[in-house]
Antibody
């Protein structure tokens, strides 16, 4: 069974940092790109960014709203993708999901709250 | 970035009746080399992650009931629920994956029972 499990969310002050993890199982993680999508409470879905596979040079791309502050990485030996979030703002408060390129499987999400 | 605009923001439909949701992209998401529209539809129920319903604008994901159908090409797309069931109450999103460096979602359409 294909499964994605996000973790690492929590409460952080504005300007702080947090690192989210996405543990994958049930498919060939190393050959797959991975995406992060977020959703503020009561709002719509916002694509955050993605990282491609080693075969595609681990190329990353980010939404304009997070570029320069967020970094996506991966550890294929651990079947895990990461989202490093720096210089956090209150508007980054959201549920963060990871998903595959086809977006056919999603994790349950992890909640990030940025507040003083 | 490609902007995805959905309409209406919400709609109320009687059980068994048709629900129609529109999605317009700011530029074409039809890739000429393979004649595919890089457009997907998702359903999201409260407290749950999104669920993929339709990809390539009109291909139903495995297990999705055939009352859900997608149509359209280029910049204008439609999701139709032919006979609304109680379990279809949800928010529906369109998404373009034509621009792989900047995926974008529509704002969502909330479907309720009249």
């Amino acid at each position: 069974e294909v499964q994605l499990v996000e973790s690492g969310g929590g409460l952080v002050q504005p300007g702080g940092s947090l690192k989210l993890s996405c543990a994958a199982s049930g498919f060939t993680f190393s050959g797959s790109a991975m995406h992060w999508v977020r959703q503020a409470s009561g709002k719509g879905l916002e694509w955050v960014g993605r990282i491609r596979s080693k075969a595609n040079s681990y190329a990353t791309a980010y939404a304009a709203s997070v570029k320069g502050r967020f970094t996506i990485s991966r550890d294929d030996s651990k079947n895990t993708a990461y989202l490093q979030m720096n210089s956090l703002k209150t508007e980054d408060t959201a549920v963060y999901y990871c998903t595959r390129p086809d977006m056919d499987v999603w994790g349950k999400g992890t909640t990030v709250t940025v507040s003083s | 970035d490609i902007v995805m605009t959905q309409s209406p923001d919400s709609l109320a439909v009687s059980l068994g009746e048709r629900a129609t949701i529109n999605c317009k992209s700011s530029q074409s998401v039809l890739y000429s080399s393979n004649n595919k529209n890089y457009l997907a539809w998702y359903q999201q129920k409260p407290g749950q992650p999104p669920k993929l319903l339709i990809y390539w604008a009109s291909t139903r994901e495995s297990g999705v009931p055939d009352r859900f159908s997608g149509s359209g090409s280029g910049t204008d797309f439609t999701l139709t629920i032919s006979s609304l069931q109680a379990e279809d109450v949800a928010v529906y999103y369109c998404q373009q994956y034509y621009s792989t460096r900047a995926l974008t979602f529509g704002g969502g359409t909330k479907v309720e029972i009249k």
